[in-house]
Structures are given as C-alpha cells and as structure tokens.
C-alpha cells in the first residue's frame, strides 16, 4: 500500500496549484485522507482532511483559499490551493486511513505519502 502525491512545484504569490494523493495497493477501502504541510524549521502542521462521506476541516489558515475534495472511485484526495502566499511555503504530504480486510476482519491502518514540494516566490 502506497500514497503517491503529485502537483507540487513553483508558483508565484496570488497562484494557485493543484495536488493529488492516489493511495493503491492491497486495501478495502479508504475512510480520512487529508493533507498536512511542513515548513522548514517548523512541525508539520494539518491543512485539511475530508471524510470519506466528502465532509472537509479546514485549517484557519487557509479556509475559504483551499478546498479539499476527494475520488472515492479512484481513492485519490486533492487539494486545491488557491491566493498562495509565500507563508505557503513548505513539503505537502497527504495522508490516509486505509481499510484492510484479512482472514475475516477488518483493520485500519494510517498511511503518509512521501510529500511534494510547494514553493511560493516571485
């Protein structure tokens, strides 16, 4: 099972850009994927996560900039981030809770993907 992130990159302030997690492998089902950043120097922080119902929470941060959706069909989380800001700046990764079902049960385990960088600088 992996999360592979995509869509990092360089944008100017007032950009946008837009990243996708698709998780695959062997699992069931996906319930909350979200999207956490780090900046250098700083924790990781939350950034927004959807149910898997497309209930979405938002950090203050970036309410009303972002938006945060998901695939279910395709298990794939994006996150749209508009009005970017150089404050933005930092490694995005996208992170999941994945249902497995084995010998009968089923169990839950969370994954993180391997982050994208997003630069925001004129």
């Known amino acids: 099972v992996q999360l592979q992130a995509s869509g990092g990159g360089l944008v100017q302030p007032g950009g946008s850009l837009r990243l996708s997690c698709a998780a695959s492998g062997n699992f069931f089902s996906a319930h909350d994927m979200g999207w956490y950043r780090q900046a250098p120097g700083k924790t990781r922080e939350l950034v927004a996560s959807?149910?898997?119902?497309?209930?979405?929470n938002y950090a203050d941060s970036v309410k009303g900039l972002f938006t945060i959706s998901r695939d279910n069909a395709k298990n794939t989380v994006y996150l749209q981030a508009g009005s970017l800001k150089p404050e933005d700046t930092a490694v995005y990764y996208c992170?999941?809770?994945?249902?497995?079902?084995?010998?009968?049960?089923?169990?839950?385990?969370?994954?993180w993907g391997q982050g994208t960088k997003v630069t925001v600088s004129s």
């Open positions: 992170d999941a809770d994945l249902v497995s079902f084995v010998n009968g049960s089923y169990y839950q385990h969370h994954y």
């Open positions: 959807i149910t898997r119902g497309g209930e979405p």
